[in-house]
């Protein structure tokens, strides 16, 4: 149903592993973005890229690497994480960023449950 | 004071109920609003977007009140289905992301 696909969908890991995110957009957007919506809190930007370029690093810390490598991928890799990153890590996508009066609507994919051990 | 605040709830309502929630915003520059739903451990959906004094879609509808800096969502005729976390959104302008409110949960009872 989506366009936005996630992989993987659950994810376990301990501190000292590597690992990646991956997200897929199939609806021609520009714009993707990087999320993490933690119990009981609102969603928080991380990373937005517009065009292949980062335009957007909100303050995430550097175990957090995004790569884009063109407008329909974007990865998220994964190290030396600590429990309190275990959250849903949810990838977005819209036609342009957040710029001028009309906010293009953005599309999510389903998300990857990350648990760090 | 928050971005965007939300009352949590619960709102738990029997079906065929209407049920309205508030959503408050502090940056007076805010251009455009959207609600989202999100089912339990799913991704948000764009429920509505409001870019002036309102939008209605079926049984929901969306009003911005800007002299008071709120955005409501009313539900008519509550259906199961409807339960779900609803998310108020708000593009605060200036070339500035979306900020997310923290969401107000929904409980339709048979």
């Known amino acids: 149903e989506t366009g936005v696909t996630q992989t993987p969908r659950h994810l376990v890991m301990g501190m000292t592993n590597k690992k990646s995110l991956k997200c897929e957009q199939h609806?021609?957007?520009?714009?993707m973005y990087w999320y993490k919506q933690s119990a009981k809190k609102p969603l928080e930007l991380m990373f937005v890229?517009?065009?292949?370029?980062?335009?957007e690093n909100n303050s995430v810390p550097s175990r957090f690497s995004p790569e884009c490598p063109n407008s329909s991928h974007l990865f998220l890799h994964l190290h030396t994480l600590q429990p309190e990153d275990s959250a849903l890590y949810l990838c977005?996508?819209?036609?342009?960023?957040?710029?001028?009066?009309?906010?293009?609507?953005?599309?999510f994919g389903p998300g990857t449950r990350l648990l760090v051990l | 004071r928050k971005e965007v605040e939300q009352d949590p709830g619960p709102f738990n309502v029997p079906e065929g109920a209407t049920v309205a929630f508030n959503c408050t915003y502090s940056?007076?520059?805010?251009?455009?609003f959207f609600w989202y739903r999100q089912d339990c451990r799913k991704e948000p959906k764009l429920l509505m977007s409001?870019?002036?004094s309102g939008n209605e879609d079926g049984r929901f509808t969306a009003q911005l009140n800007r002299a008071s800096q709120y955005i409501s969502l009313l539900i008519r005729d509550s259906k199961l289905s409807d339960s779900a976390t609803y998310l108020c959104?708000?593009?605060?302008?200036?070339?500035?992301?979306?900020?997310f409110g923290s969401g107000t949960q929904l409980t339709v009872l048979p």
């Open positions: 890229y517009n065009f292949k370029e980062q335009t």
């Open positions: 977005a996508s819209s036609h342009r960023p957040g710029q001028g009066k009309y906010q293009e609507t953005q599309y």
């Open positions: 609806l021609g957007h520009n714009a």
């Open positions: 409001v870019y002036s």
């Open positions: 959104v708000v593009n605060p302008g200036s070339a500035r992301q979306l900020t």
């Open positions: 940056n007076s520059a805010s251009q455009s």
